[in-house]
């Protein structure tokens, strides 16, 4: 079983934090407006007990008259037929209430609230309060100033905002650093490949040029032998001498090839059907007793940023892959299309496609599945499409086979940038 890497294991923390603090905030908005319902509920009994109080003391009610507190915008007493008997503002008293909301308070048993708007446009919270003075029954409007109360909602309201505020803010600059280090660590396993790779091409350009001579002279002492000798089964062994000379002259080749230290992206290259099938005819020529065709979907006047030599050996060594995939016989498909100063080369073979072992490592120097490959032709392709300031990749086709996709700037792109 695959365990969990350290990224999946930071943001499914991450996630459960953001959750829980969602919760938290959300949790914390919803309770507040209960809790200064429940302030106002309380101080609308307590004041409501001292009027009440001072009321029944004093059957004339002037007393209340005196009664002040900070958070009491007013109140009223109001009988059954609706008429004030008691006002703050002494000039109420007498007239009839204009509203019928203290009239389920006379049968209620607990207080009636509502939340009204005053003349001023202030809201305040409103409680009518059921008062048995000497001989009759009375309601008792208490209106409040909410600030207070309001305060509450208002600082949870803020406490939610700052904590969504700090989450978003901690994933967008968590976000960041993310990309910041998985930017840096692409940076340091390129700059590991391509020290790997100048350090394997060093070696490979010492060994191809300590064996290049040699094999010369192993190959033309062969190639005169094949001449001479009359003897067909010693013929055969020349030839076969020859032959593997060859083979190892095409290894030294691609040695030398992949320690090129040259940059190959600097050229501009037409990417037409001429080049193609000269790049074809190259490697259909060593190719013996297969049946193996080209389609080709190319449009006209297509140029890369690439010297022509080198994106020559590009198309070499992706038809060379493509025709050692299929031994026998198979179509070799090939499209280009350029949008947005890039161009995309598609290679499609018909033979079996990659393993998951060679998917992933295609590009690897020296790495191969053929026993007389030299598991460089893919390496020196990434090494020209980077070069160049594409890129290459190696996938599975839908309908079987194996595709290999090249991305090159264009002309008109290199020299912009």
Same mark, same amino acid.
């Given at each position: *079983?695959? %365990?969990? +890497?350290?990224?999946? &294991?930071?943001?499914?923390?991450?996630? &459960? *934090?953001?959750?829980?603090?969602?919760?938290?905030?959300?949790?914390?908005?919803?309770?507040?407006?209960?809790?200064?319902? #429940? *302030?106002?509920?309380?101080?609308?009994?307590?004041?409501?007990? @001292?009027?009440?109080? !001072? #009321?029944?003391?004093?059957?004339?009610?002037?007393?209340?008259?005196?009664?002040?507190?900070?958070?009491?915008?007013?109140?009223? !007493?109001?009988?059954?037929? +609706?008429?004030?008997?008691?006002?703050?503002? /002494?000039?109420?008293?007498?007239?009839?209430?204009?509203?019928?909301?203290?009239?389920? #308070?006379?049968?209620?048993?607990?207080?009636?609230?509502?939340?009204?708007?005053?003349?001023? +446009?202030?809201?305040?919270?409103?409680?009518?309060? /059921? &008062?048995?003075?000497?001989?009759?029954?009375?309601?008792?409007?208490?209106?409040?100033?909410?600030?207070?109360?309001?305060?509450?909602?208002?600082?949870?309201?803020?406490?939610?905002?700052?904590?969504?505020?700090?989450?978003?803010?901690?994933? =967008?600059?968590?976000?960041?650093?993310?990309?910041?280090?998985?930017?840096?660590?692409?940076?340091?396993?390129?700059? @590991?490949?391509?020290?790997?790779?100048?350090?394997?091409?060093?070696?490979?350009?010492?060994?191809?040029?300590?064996?290049?001579?040699?094999?010369?002279?192993?190959?033309?002492? @062969?190639?005169?032998?094949?001449?001479?000798?009359?003897?067909?089964?010693?013929?055969?062994?020349?030839?076969?001498?020859?032959?593997?000379? =060859?083979?190892?002259?095409?290894? =030294?080749?691609?040695?030398?090839?992949?320690?090129?230290?040259?940059?190959?992206?600097?050229?501009?290259?037409?990417?037409?059907?001429?080049?193609?099938?000269? #790049?074809?005819?190259?490697?259909?020529?060593?190719?013996?007793?297969?049946?193996?065709? /080209?389609?080709?979907?190319?449009?006209?006047?297509? %140029?890369?940023?690439? %010297?022509?030599?080198?994106?020559?050996?590009?198309?070499?060594?992706?038809?060379?892959?493509?025709?050692?995939? *299929?031994?026998?016989?198979?179509?070799?498909?090939?499209?280009?299309?350029?949008?947005?100063?890039?161009?995309? !080369?598609?290679?499609?073979?018909?033979?079996?496609?990659?393993?998951?072992?060679?998917?992933? %490592?295609?590009?690897?120097?020296?790495?191969?599945?053929?026993?007389?490959?030299?598991?460089?032709?893919?390496?020196?392709?990434?090494?020209? @499409?980077?070069?160049?300031?594409?890129?290459?990749?190696?996938?599975?086709?839908?309908?079987?086979?194996?595709?290999?996709?090249? !991305? &090159?700037?264009?002309?008109?792109?290199?020299?912009?940038?």
């Amino acid at each position: *079983m695959k %365990r969990p +890497g350290a990224d999946t &294991l930071l943001l499914t923390g991450g996630i &459960l *934090m953001t959750a829980f603090l969602l919760w938290f905030a959300v949790n914390s908005q919803l309770s507040a407006v209960p809790v200064a319902r #429940a *302030m106002l509920q309380g101080l609308a009994l307590s004041l409501g007990q @001292a009027i009440d109080y !001072l #009321a029944a003391r004093d059957p004339s009610l002037k007393s209340l008259a005196d009664f002040r507190y900070r958070d009491i915008a007013y109140f009223a !007493l109001i009988d059954r037929s +609706g008429r004030i008997r008691f006002h703050q503002n /002494p000039e109420l008293v007498g007239e009839l209430v204009e509203d019928n909301r203290y009239h389920p #308070a006379f049968s209620a048993a607990e207080p009636v609230e509502n939340r009204v708007r005053l003349g001023t +446009g202030e809201e305040v919270y409103e409680c009518h309060l /059921p &008062l048995h003075l000497p001989g009759e029954a009375v309601v008792l409007r208490l209106v409040l100033h909410t600030w207070q109360a309001d305060q509450v909602i208002n600082r949870a309201r803020t406490g939610a905002t700052i904590l969504l505020t700090l989450t978003v803010s901690a994933w =967008v600059l968590g976000f960041l650093l993310f990309r910041l280090h998985k930017r840096e660590a692409r940076r340091r396993e390129q700059m @590991a490949r391509q020290e790997q790779m100048a350090r394997l091409g060093e070696l490979g350009a010492v060994l191809a040029h300590e064996v290049r001579t040699p094999l010369a002279g192993i190959k033309g002492y @062969a190639q005169l032998l094949v001449e001479r000798i009359t003897d067909e089964r010693s013929r055969g062994f020349a030839a076969l001498i020859v032959q593997e000379t =060859v083979r190892l002259e095409g290894l =030294v080749n691609d040695l030398l090839d992949y320690a090129r230290q040259d940059d190959p992206g600097d050229g501009c290259a037409l990417l037409d059907e001429t080049l193609f099938y000269d #790049a074809w005819n190259m490697i259909t020529n060593r190719a013996d007793g297969q049946s193996v065709k /080209p389609e080709l979907s190319i449009p006209s006047d297509v %140029r890369v940023a690439c %010297r022509p030599e080198r994106l020559l050996q590009l198309l070499i060594n992706l038809f060379s892959n493509a025709l050692q995939a *299929m031994p026998l016989e198979g179509t070799v498909h090939v499209k280009v299309t350029e949008e947005r100063e890039r161009v995309t !080369l598609k290679v499609r073979d018909t033979g079996a496609g990659f393993t998951e072992e060679a998917m992933k %490592r295609a590009f690897d120097p020296f790495f191969t599945t053929r026993p007389r490959g030299s598991g460089l032709g893919l390496a020196v392709c990434r090494k020209i @499409a980077e070069g160049c300031g594409g890129g290459i990749s190696a996938a599975n086709a839908d309908g079987g086979g194996a595709v290999m996709t090249v !991305l &090159l700037p264009t002309c008109r792109e290199r020299r912009r940038s």
